[in-house]
């Protein structure tokens, strides 16, 4: 059974004056994807998004939105779309309750106390739900547009950026909710995001794009798969494990040595048996640390182009 | 001889007319003081070029020798020199009267007297009065002023009245120039059309009054405060 | 649409800004009657000057009729500046506080989002407009009472019957309220061309003090475009104060001020429509 496309962009193009933010862009997320979008600042993203939710009008190509055009049926689309895009602004001079009640009143959405309160405490706001807004700091705001975004219960929640401005204890809430909407709740969720290992941590398929064009789109998994990976190993005797290592073909993957921390540049399958090298010739391994993230993969791909 | 006869009939006829004209006169005054005061609602009407009034109603006091005042509980207004109709205002001071000839006021013979003020006190410079023969009492009074222009005043009254009080009045003026302050109160389409004062302009103004008199309460002994000057 | 203009009023209700208008005029009219009251005297002796050359006259002609006619005409620039605070507001105050993405990313029209605030900001225009009203009609009628109205026109005086003056009232206040829609209109449309509210408090009320300068002033050429400006036809209130009431020349304005309105509206429409939202 084929899967069903939640989104579907083609060809999508957006011109400003002398700018041409958004160039033929293609991408495709399916029901049930945590999708990351990543690009490097002024790559398109925060337009993309825009356009995805109607604030701005492309210049070229199409947007399907559970399969229909979201220029035709852009109300019943935007129904089932929650959204935070870029810093989540509200109604600072009304209360956070009060803000909720009316935003989910224009969509429809059931805003009775308890429904409110239910979502404010998902965020853990429902605390100061009567404080307003003006005094909220951006973190409380943050969480504030993560409610107002799943309010109404939408099937595709788009978020742009969400845990800017959080402290680790944040971001780990709202990836553990990211990843509990997706699991427990059958939500498709697009996120974008500079923070590219919170992105690593819940996508399952992603995009990179920088200046307005795709670079890659595919799989996580796959896409890691075929980079190299860091590895840092902290051993008791550098020299010693060096002039080991130059007998090997593990020299070529070191990468560099600084006081007794080996880095080095390998595939993952060979990290097991570096390391049972390094004890078999007396090495004593304290810490092997793999670094494999999207991060060196998001580097070197943008920095491809520039 | 022809000449010396007319030369001493010319005066002894023209003082002949004018002691006439002073007997008539003298007549309507008695007539008239038989009035000591009298209080009577009015029903007022004006029809004045440029002005536009609601009819209204009001209540005239009047007293010997001159004390008049007009109250209203709305707005009531009426021309200076009709509201005191009495014969001693146009028979004040110094002033020579001339019988001029009969003449018929709506089918009333009258004399028609004519009153000159001596001196300058008088805004009035010459009055024609139209007396009723039989009864002494002045149907018209035509009237030319220093400032307001001409005024006519024709006097109406019932068929068998004890005092000289008319039933209705028609005040008849024509004012040569009667300014309107303009600024005050902002005409936006008009302002400042024209070029010199802005805020005036100059009109002719003619028009009628319409009044009628009804519910006379004569000789009642009116006390004198009611024609004091309101506290505002 | 119902629940959108109810949310809209509640926000243009809940900003500290809505409420200058009301108190201005709060203080304001109760200032003008004192004021009257020290000084009206004087400037009604000074109308009906020469009137008191020919005639003597009674009557409370210094009333609350007269002062609330005064009030009227003085408040020409006051009140359209009162009401472009909030309906400048209206659009560039989304675009300041950076609601319109939550607000335009709603499953509703654009339409319909729009033609709610403008409501909205039809129903401020007509409570300040019918606030004026009362405060104006009732300090007026407690401090001075009622009487015949004196109104002094180019073409001469007329004096209006004490009961044949609120319904002239109720006419001219509704026309004002036709009026500073228009002006409500214009803020409107510059709002959804800015991001903050000054530019179309600013704006709007340039336009109308240079309209207001230009059909004052006795230029030729002013003249000619003056049929043209709306601010022209704005002060139409004053044919409710006349005898008889020109109707053709006041339903020739109503319609002007009408066509304006939808000009100003139709265009923000357009406007917004298509806006890129980019705050």
């Known amino acids: ?306 | ?232 | 649409m119902i629940t959108l203009i109810n949310i809209e009023l509640y926000k243009i209700f809940k900003k500290w800004r809505t409420y200058i208008g009301f108190l201005v005029i709060a203080v304001i009219v109760p200032v003008i009657n004192f004021a009257m009251l020290a000084e009206g005297e004087k400037s009604l002796d000074f109308m009906t000057r020469n009137l008191q050359q020919s005639f003597v006259f009674v009557g409370n002609l210094l009333n609350g009729y007269l002062v609330s006619y005064f009030i009227l005409i003085s408040l020409a620039v006051h009140i359209p500046f009162l009401i472009t605070l909030v309906a400048g507001d209206l659009l560039a105050g989304e675009a300041t506080a950076g609601t319109y993405r939550i607000l335009i990313t709603r499953p509703v029209s654009r339409m319909n989002i729009i033609s709610s605030k403008f409501i909205a900001g039809f129903i401020y225009t007509a409570f300040l407009v019918l606030w004026l009203a009362i405060m104006s009609l009732g300090i007026g009628m407690i401090i001075f009472g009622v009487g015949e109205l004196i109104v002094v026109k180019s073409s001469g005086i007329i004096i209006f019957a004490r009961n044949d003056v609120f319904w002239r009232f109720l006419g001219a206040y509704g026309f004002a309220i036709l009026s500073m829609t228009v002006v409500t209109a214009l803020a409107f449309l510059f709002s959804s061309l800015v991001e903050n509210a000054i530019g179309p408090i600013i704006s709007t009320m340039a336009i109308i003090i240079v309209f207001l300068i230009v059909s004052a002033l006795q230029i030729n050429f002013f003249r000619k475009i003056e049929p043209y400006l709306f601010t022209t036809y704005m002060s139409s209130w004053r044919l409710f104060f006349d005898d008889p009431v020109d109707y053709a020349a006041l339903y020739k304005s109503i319609a002007i001020l009408a066509g304006h309105i939808a000009l100003f509206f139709g265009a923000t429409v357009l406007i917004f429509k298509r806006k890129d939202i980019l705050t």
């Open chain 2, 1 to 232: 001889m022809k000449k010396i006869i007319l030369f001493l009939i010319i005066p002894v006829v023209c003082f002949a007319q004018s002691n006439k004209s002073d007997e008539i006169l003298n007549l309507v005054k008695e007539n008239f003081n038989k009035i000591k005061d009298y209080q009577v609602n009015v029903h007022i009407k004006v029809d004045v070029n440029f002005i536009k009034v609601p009819e209204g109603d009001a209540t005239i006091y009047f007293k010997q020798p001159d004390k008049i005042k007009l109250k209203s509980e709305g707005f009531a207004m009426l021309p200076k020199e009709g509201i005191n109709f009495s014969p001693l205002n146009f028979l004040t001071g110094d002033y020579t009267s001339i019988f001029d000839k009969e003449e018929n006021v709506d089918d009333n013979p009258c004399y028609l007297i004519k009153v000159i003020p001596l001196g300058d006190k008088s805004d009035l410079i010459l009055t024609n009065l139209w007396v009723d023969k039989k009864q002494y009492i002045i149907r018209k009074i035509e009237s030319t002023t220093k400032s307001n222009g001409t005024f006519i005043i024709e006097l109406n009254y019932d068929k068998d009245i004890k005092y000289p009080l008319p039933s209705s009045m028609v005040f008849s003026f024509n004012v040569q120039k009667m300014e309107i302050p303009v600024g005050v109160m902002g005409d936006a389409d008009e302002i400042n059309k024209t070029e010199e004062e802005p805020r005036r302009k100059s009109k002719a103004t003619s028009g009628k009054v319409y009044v009628n008199y009804s519910d006379y309460k004569i000789n009642i002994g009116l006390p004198d405060n009611i024609f004091e000057k309101e506290e505002k």
């Open chain 1, 1 to 306: 059974m084929p899967e069903e496309k939640i989104i579907e962009v083609k060809n999508l193009s957006k011109e400003f004056k002398e700018l041409k933010a958004v160039n033929q862009l293609n991408l495709t997320v399916f029901r049930g994807d945590v999708f990351g979008f990543l690009g490097p600042n002024g790559a398109g993203k925060s337009t993309t998004i825009r356009m995805l939710l109607s604030l701005i009008n492309p210049s070229e190509g199409d947007i399907r939105i559970f399969e229909k055009s979201l220029k035709k049926e852009r109300i019943s689309i935007l129904k089932r779309i929650g959204a935070i895009v870029e810093k989540p602004d509200f109604y600072g001079y009304l209360s956070a309750f009060k803000n909720l009640e009316i935003l989910g009143k224009i969509s429809g959405a059931d805003v009775s106390r308890k429904r409110i309160m239910d979502v404010l405490e998902l965020v853990g706001l429902d605390k100061r739900s009567g404080s307003k807004v003006k005094t909220f700091s951006h973190g409380m705001k943050q969480r504030l547009g993560l409610a107002q975004s799943l309010l109404h219960d939408p099937d595709l929640i788009i978020l742009d950026e969400p845990t800017t401005g959080l402290d680790p204890q944040g971001m780990k809430e709202i990836r553990d909710l990211i990843l509990h909407l997706s699991r427990d709740r059958q939500k498709t969720l697009f996120l974008s995001s500079h923070i590219l290992h919170e992105v690593e941590l819940v996508a399952n398929r992603m995009i990179i794009i920088n200046q307005g064009t795709t670079m890659v789109e595919g799989k996580v998994s796959e896409l890691l798969n075929t980079s190299k990976m860091k590895v840092t190993f902290e051993v008791d005797d550098s020299d010693k494990a060096k002039s080991i290592l130059s007998e090997t073909g593990y020299t070529n993957d070191l990468e560099s040595v600084i006081n007794n921390t080996l880095i080095f540049n390998m595939d993952s399958e060979k990290i097991a048996s570096l390391n049972k090298y390094f004890v078999e010739n007396n090495i004593n391994v304290s810490a092997v640390i793999p670094t494999r993230s999207l991060e060196e993969y998001f580097l070197k791909i943008t920095e491809k182009v520039s």
